[in-house]
C-alpha cells in the first residue's frame, strides 16, 4: 500500500493547516518562512512552483499519506539533474502526530524505488543536521550512506548550520551497494 502520492493543489487546506499545527515542530529542522507560507494560498504558490517543476521534470513533489489517506506531510525528489549526473535531493517531513509510525520510513522507500525504477537516476542524496538522529535512522532503514559533512550547507532555523551528507545509488545502474 502506497503512503505517497502527487501532491495537487487540493492538497493546499491539508498542508496549510498541517504547517500551521506542526510550526513549533518543524521549526529546528526548516528555513524561516514568511507568514504567507502558512496559508491556504501561500501553499497553494508552493504547490503550483513545485507542480510547474515537475512538469518540467527537475522535482516529484508528493504527499504523505496517513490513517485514511489523511495528509500528514511531504516528500519530495528535488533538483533532478540528467545528463551524466542522473542525481537528486531528497527531502521530507511528517507532522508531529504522525511520527513514530513508520510513515517517513515508508515513504522515502517508495521515493527512492521511484528515483531509480521509473526515472532512471543513478544517485538519491539526503542532507540532515547533524543532530536529526531520527531522520539519520529512517535514510539507513533504506541503504543511504553517509559520505560527508557539508559546513553551513543550509540556512536552518535563522542560521547556517553544517548537514551531514548521505547517498543511495541504484544497484542496477552501475551503482555500488
Given amino acids: 500500500m502506497n503512503v505517497t502520492r502527487l501532491i495537487t493543489l487540493d492538497d493546499a487546506p491539508a498542508l ?11 521549526a529546528p529542522w526548516e528555513p524561516d518562512r514568511g507568514e504567507e ?3 491556504v494560498e501561500g501553499q497553494r504558490a508552493v504547490i503550483r ?5 515537475h512538469a518540467d521534470g527537475s522535482v516529484l513533489p508528493h504527499v504523505i499519506l496517513g490513517d485514511a489517506g489523511a495528509v500528514v506531510g511531504r516528500i519530495t525528489l528535488n ?4 545528463g551524466c549526473f542522473q542525481s537528486c535531493s531528497m527531502g521530507y517531513w511528517v507532522s508531529a502526530a ?3 509510525r513508520g510513515l517517513a ?9 521511484l528515483a531509480f525504477d521509473e526515472l532512471g ?11 536529526n538522529v531520527r531522520s539519520q535512522r529512517v535514510l539507513a532503514r533504506h541503504g543511504f550512506v553517509r559520505y560527508g559533512l557539508a559546513p553551513a550547507y543550509l540556512k536552518i532555523a535563522g542560521r547556517w548550520q553544517d548537514h551531514v551528507m548521505f547517498q543511495k545509488l541504484n544497484p542496477t545502474a552501475g551503482g555500488r551497494v
Wanted: proline share 2%; aromatic share 6%.
Fill in 16 to 26: 496549510a493547516e498541517l504547517l500551521v499545527a506542526n510550526r513549533d515542530f518543524l
Fill in 98 to 100: 504522525a511520527n513514530g
Fill in 79 to 82: 533538483g533532478i539533474v540528467r
Fill in 49 to 53: 512552483e513545485v507542480l510547474q517543476q
Fill in 121 to 131: 537516476l543513478h544517485r538519491v542524496q539526503a542532507e540532515t543536521l547533524p543532530h
Fill in 105 to 113: 520510513t515508508g515513504a522515502v522507500g517508495e521515493l527512492v524505488r
Fill in 37 to 39: 507560507y502558512f496559508t
